[in-house]
């Protein structure tokens, strides 16, 4: 997920200056595509077999994860970063999700006995933290991949020319910002208030976000200065892709931890090479995003879900996931076609 170097220079991004209609479904796009990437695509939860119960849960949680998503694209794009900035930003979303609104860092911590949390016990727990170091992996490390960079990755490249635009103005980002609120509060009162963190960890947490955050602004993007041939699109999406499937199905255990995160900083250094060289574009990036959503739906048909759920119906749900998805990749990829015709 990180475009041609020379393509992010630093400068500021325009918005656009006609098409709001473009921009307005770009963001309804990004608001629904975030949540379901993020919950439903993967299908562990209960109402995975009641698709009415899903369509309704989408009322918390577009403002929960789409608002995000739509936040951490305009602040990279409105200040002309590309995609280190948004990984960064997603970094520091997904641990304000995970530590500060749902703090599901802690939530085994102090229920293990509650079957909703203690579906899997902790053997990486990090000493002094009372954190397990798999799962911090997972949560963030998932709301950065599935939660906000494919999803932006994806909707940018449907979005056409609108892709390395601003979106919304100063209302569009204000509603987001108050639509997230609400929703992380009503989360928070859920599940977040009797987690029991404590205000040591709490701080820590806080703190990391903000180091995050100013890291996000502090990198500055590279130039292309590479020669060479940028793979094709379908060897990096093949990379990518097993890379994805290592990481939602490697053991929460020391060693698979370790091997996660060394594969993981592996692919950050391929697409950071690969993205300097000649040739690298839009279907590169899309191939990265579109092989995590692909591998995700994939296999969400070998997940049990959390509860008693219909087997045929979580089938069913699962295909239509995958096959929407597939949809709007194929879209996606067109948009992307006549996004570099034009530029040539």
Not at 156 to 183: F, H, K, N
């Amino acid at each position: 997920m990180i475009p041609h170097a020379a393509a992010e220079a630093g400068r500021t991004v325009p918005s656009a200056p006609s098409s709001p209609t473009g921009r307005r479904a770009a963001v309804l796009g990004l608001l629904v595509l975030s949540p379901i990437s993020a919950e439903y695509l993967i299908g562990y939860g209960e109402s995975t077999g009641r698709p009415l119960e899903l369509l309704a849960g989408l009322l918390i949680l577009a403002p929960l994860y789409g608002t995000a998503a739509v936040l951490v694209r305009e602040a990279a794009r409105t200040a002309g970063r590309g995609w280190p900035t948004v990984l960064l930003l997603s970094a520091a979303a997904g641990l304000v999700q995970a530590g500060l609104v749902d703090q599901s860092l802690f939530h085994r911590d102090v229920a293990t006995d509650d079957p909703e949390w203690a579906t899997e016990p902790w053997r990486t727990v990090v000493p002094g933290l009372g954190v397990d170091a798999a799962s911090l992996l997972n949560y963030v490390g998932g709301h950065v991949v599935w939660s906000f960079a494919a999803p932006i990755a994806v909707v940018e490249a449907s979005a056409g020319r609108l892709a390395d635009r601003r979106w919304l103005g100063r209302g569009g980002l204000c509603a987001m910002v108050s639509l997230w609120a609400l929703s992380a509060a009503l989360v928070y009162q859920d599940t977040g208030a009797d987690a029991g963190a404590g205000a040591g960890r709490l701080t820590l947490v806080g703190l990391t976000v903000v180091a995050l955050v100013g890291a996000a602004f502090a990198v500055r993007p590279g130039r292309s200065g590479s020669a060479l041939a940028a793979p094709a699109w379908w060897w990096v999406g093949g990379v990518a892709g097993g890379v994805w499937v290592g990481n939602l199905l490697l053991p929460a255990t020391w060693w698979g931890l370790a091997v996660n995160v060394v594969v993981l900083c592996a692919l950050c250094g391929l697409l950071l090479c690969w993205s300097g060289r000649r040739g690298w574009g839009p279907r590169q990036v899309l191939a990265v995003a579109g092989a995590a959503l692909v591998v995700r739906g994939g296999l969400a048909f070998a997940v049990e879900p959390l509860g008693e759920v219909d087997s045929s119906t979580k089938y069913l749900v699962n295909a239509a996931l995958l096959a929407g998805v597939v949809v709007l990749l194929l879209v996606a990829w067109r948009r992307t076609g006549r996004r570099e015709a034009g530029a040539c």
